[in-house]
C-alpha cells in the first residue's frame, strides 16, 4: 500500500494528451514539492519532473507537472509510442514515520 | 554528468546481510544540498525509499527499515554502501542508488540513478 495514490493505468491514442494524477495528503504533498519519474521495463526510473512542475534539461516540454492542495498531475502531451512506460509521482512526507515516499506508478499505454 | 554504479553479491541467503556498494563518478560527492540514497523495487512493484546519507557521515533511513539498515559513505572511495541485516525473501528487489536533492521547505527529488542491481533472498 503506497503512501501516495496514483491509477494503475492509464492509456490513449498518438498524439493525444493524457494526464496522471497523484494524490496525498497535507503531510506529504500538501507540504512539500512533487518530483515524477519515467520507468521503461528493465529500466532505472528517469527524473522528469521536480520541484511540481520544473523540467530537467533534456525533458521536452511535452511534460508538465502541476500540483493543488494535496494531489499532483503530470500531464504529457502530444503521446508517442515512446512515451510508453511506468510513471511514478514521490515527494517527502512529514509525518511522524517521516520518509521518501512514492506513489504505486502508473503504467502508461499509447494505443 | 553524475554515474552510479551499483554492485553487490545478486543471491543472499535467508537471516544474512545484504552488501551493496554504489561507486559515484563523475560529481562531487560531498556537494551542499545533495544527499546519497538508496530505493528498492520489489519485483512488479512500486518504488520503496531505504535511506539517505550525507556526505558528512549523517543518515536518515526508513523507519520500517531503520532496525535492519546501515548507510555509509567513503568520500575518498567515492563509494556509498548499503547494509540490510536478517533479509528474508521479502527483502528480494532490485537495488538503486540515487543522488538526492533536499533541503528544507520540502525540496526532494532523485536525479541521478544507478542502472539497479537485483538481489535475490533464497537458500
Known amino acids: 500500500q503506497s503512501v501516495l495514490t496514483q491509477p494503475p493505468s492509464v492509456s490513449a491514442a498518438p498524439g493525444q494528451k493524457v494526464t496522471i494524477s497523484c494524490s496525498g495528503s497535507s503531510s506529504n504533498i500538501g507540504n512539500n514539492y512533487v518530483s515524477w519519474y519515467q520507468q521503461f521495463p528493465g529500466t532505472a526510473p528517469k527524473l522528469l519532473i521536480y520541484?511540481?512542475?520544473k523540467r530537467p534539461s533534456g525533458i521536452p516540454d511535452r511534460f508538465s507537472g502541476s500540483k493543488s492542495g494535496t494531489s499532483a498531475t503530470l500531464g504529457i502531451t502530444g503521446l508517442q509510442t515512446g512515451d510508453e512506460a511506468d510513471y511514478y509521482c514521490g515527494t517527502w512526507d512529514s509525518s511522524l514515520s517521516a520518509g521518501g515516499v512514492f506513489g504505486g506508478g502508473t503504467k502508461l499505454t499509447v494505443l | 554528468q553524475v554515474q552510479l554504479q551499483e554492485s553487490g553479491p545478486g543471491l543472499v541467503k535467508p537471516s544474512q546481510t545484504l552488501s551493496l556498494t554504489c561507486t559515484v563518478s563523475?560529481?562531487?560527492?560531498?556537494?551542499?544540498?545533495?544527499?546519497w540514497s538508496w530505493i528498492r523495487q520489489h519485483p512488479g512493484k512500486g518504488l520503496e525509499w531505504i535511506g539517505y546519507?550525507?556526505?558528512?557521515?549523517?543518515?536518515y533511513n526508513n523507519p520500517s527499515l531503520e532496525s535492519r539498515i546501515t548507510i555509509s559513505v567513503d568520500t575518498s572511495k567515492r563509494q556509498l554502501s548499503l547494509k540490510l541485516n536478517s533479509v528474508t525473501a521479502a527483502d528480494t528487489a532490485v537495488y538503486y542508488c540515487?543522488?538526492?536533492?533536499?533541503?528544507?521547505?520540502?525540496?526532494?527529488?532523485?536525479?541521478?540513478w544507478g542502472q539497479g542491481t537485483l538481489v535475490t533472498v533464497s537458500s
Open positions: 540515487a543522488r538526492l536533492y533536499s533541503k528544507a521547505g520540502g525540496w526532494f527529488y532523485f536525479d541521478y
Open positions: 563523475g560529481g562531487s560527492i560531498s556537494s551542499g544540498n545533495y544527499y
Open positions: 546519507i550525507y556526505y558528512s557521515g549523517r543518515t
Open positions: 520541484d511540481n512542475n
